[in-house]
């Protein structure tokens, strides 16, 4: 649980996610994702409960935590005034990564993005589709145990959405967990499976084919509206767990 004053942002959030799986987080505005990912990343303490992530505590290991995730928030998060090396290489020394290991990761990353023209480009001369993809490529650098995205395709177009999710796709296939929110409803069925916050509490987890089923909706959007919709939210289902997050 998490509580600003006699304000419940999270209430008693109960759920695990698994090696390897993408796991949306989805929920209107307000409804307590970003603080969930906060208390998740070490950057918030919750104020009742036991938070596991990557194997370590969230209140006695945070620091733990923060080596073994990667984060990408939903504003970019590179640095405007570094060029698109200098960045790799700060956030390389960030993670804790040896120097000769970063030298081979930066080699590595500007090939697989096609982005040996951009090397001594600085950040702020690229397009917003190619920021996110190398601000992704940066956040699992260091091969962590899961990665956060948050909102990681706002406002980019449909051709770079679909590139970065098959980025996303690859990853995953390494067993690096990844946990993303979203508003694209299409971008959820693509997920293993997702959760829908409202009011702080998560009141649906499945599969996206399971929880269309249980809805009797065509899509996951018609799920989301169903429970978003005021005076319709069913009670959360039971779900076994040994933290809010793994």
Known sequence: MKKFGNFVANDNLNFEVYEGEIFGFLGANGAGKTTAIRILSGLSESTSGEVIVAGYNAKKQPEQIKKNIGYMCQKFSLYADLTVKENIMLYGGIYGMRKALIRERTDILLNKLNFRE?????????????????????????????????????????????????????????????????????????????????????????????????????????????????????????????????
Request: hydrophobic letters at 35%; a negative charge; charged letters at 30%.
């Open 118 to 246: 951009y090397g001594d480009r600085f950040i702020s001369d690229l397009p917003l589709g190619l920021k996110q993809k190398l601000a992704f490529s940066v956040a699992v650098m260091h091969e962590p145990k899961i990665v956060f995205l948050d909102e990681p395709t706002g406002g980019v177009d449909p051709i770079t959405r679909r590139q970065f999710w098959e980025m996303i796709y690859e990853t995953a296939a390494r067993d690096i967990t990844v946990f993303v929110t979203t508003h694209y409803m299409d971008e959820a069925e693509y997920c293993d499976r997702i959760s829908i916050m409202s009011e702080g509490k998560i009141v649906a987890l499945d599969t996206p084919v399971e929880l269309k089923k249980q809805y009797d909706a065509e899509s996951v959007e018609e799920v989301f509206v169903k429970i978003a919709r005021p005076g319709n939210t069913p009670h959360p289902t039971p779900i076994s767990s040994r933290g809010e997050g793994e």
